[in-house]
């Protein structure tokens, strides 16, 4: 088993929502790796809604600026709010990040290392299967409401 690998039943289903085709097939192939799933790849709005539409997802790496404007958090909290997606922001543009975080767990600064995208998704993992919130990985901006007391979160 590759290093890192999740367990049959452990691996997200997991939405890339990124405009630079070259970054989304480096964590694509990092994602895959790990044992993950890769349901498909966005760099637009609509594309990502569309993606979350036909499949289930369990995490979204959403970049805030894509290739119809910084529509990140727009996408974030539809996903959130409507399909109950966990989110995780990939962005240049950390002041972009709305107040609450749009509901997203936290946000992952650019640029970044393979091992960024594997401590933010085994982050993810832990918080979605167990309901752990576990220590932030390096780099790693944790959104203000899993500050919260462990007995109030409810994982998505």
Avoid: Y
Avoid at 52 to 61: G, P, S, Y
Avoid at 125 to 148: H, K, Y
């Amino acid at each position: 088993m590759p290093r890192g690998q999740m367990t049959d039943g452990d691996g997200l289903r997991v939405l890339i929502v990124e405009d630079e085709a070259i970054l989304a097939l480096e964590i694509e192939l990092v994602l895959r790796e790990l044992g993950h799933t890769v349901v498909g790849s966005a760099m637009d709005a609509a594309r990502a809604l569309t993606l979350a539409a036909e499949h289930a997802v369990d995490l979204a790496l959403i970049d805030m600026n894509l290739r119809d404007g910084p529509s990140g958090p727009e996408i974030a909290r539809r996903l959130v709010g409507e399909r109950r997606v966990n989110v995780i922001f990939l962005t240049a543009n950390p002041e972009l990040i709305p107040d609450g975080f749009a509901g997203a767990l936290g946000a992952l600064p650019k640029p970044f290392d393979e091992r960024g995208i594997q401590g933010i998704v085994e982050f993810a993992r832990r918080f979605i299967r167990m309901g752990e919130v576990a220590a932030p990985p390096r780099r790693f901006r944790l959104a203000p409401w899993l500050l919260t007391p462990p007995e109030e979160i409810k994982p998505h």
